[in-house]
């Protein structure tokens, strides 16, 4: 059976731990309306993807 021979330290453990945290989102400025929107993603106050017209939200 595998069994460790030392115990592992909090330094060790949390510097193995170090890249599970999660990141925060990131945002894009939408060119039509210029509101904050995901990258990547239809504006939600005008609809716009790339340029286009994808969706037609009530004003």
Same mark, same amino acid.
């Given at each position: 059976?595998?069994?460790?021979?030392?115990?592992?330290?909090?330094?060790?453990?949390?510097?193995?731990?170090?890249?599970?945290?999660?990141?925060?989102? @990131?945002?894009? /400025? $939408?060119?039509? !309306? *210029?509101?904050?929107?995901? @990258?990547?993603? /239809? $504006?939600?106050? !005008? *609809?716009?993807?790339?340029?286009?017209?994808? /969706?037609?939200?009530?004003?």
């Amino acid at each position: 059976m595998a069994v460790p021979k030392k115990k592992t330290s909090k330094a060790r453990r949390d510097k193995r731990r170090s890249h599970d945290a999660l990141k925060l989102p @990131s945002f894009s /400025i $939408c060119t039509k !309306c *210029g509101q904050s929107t995901r @990258s990547h993603h /239809i $504006c939600a106050n !005008c *609809g716009t993807y790339d340029g286009k017209q994808i /969706i037609d939200v009530k004003e």
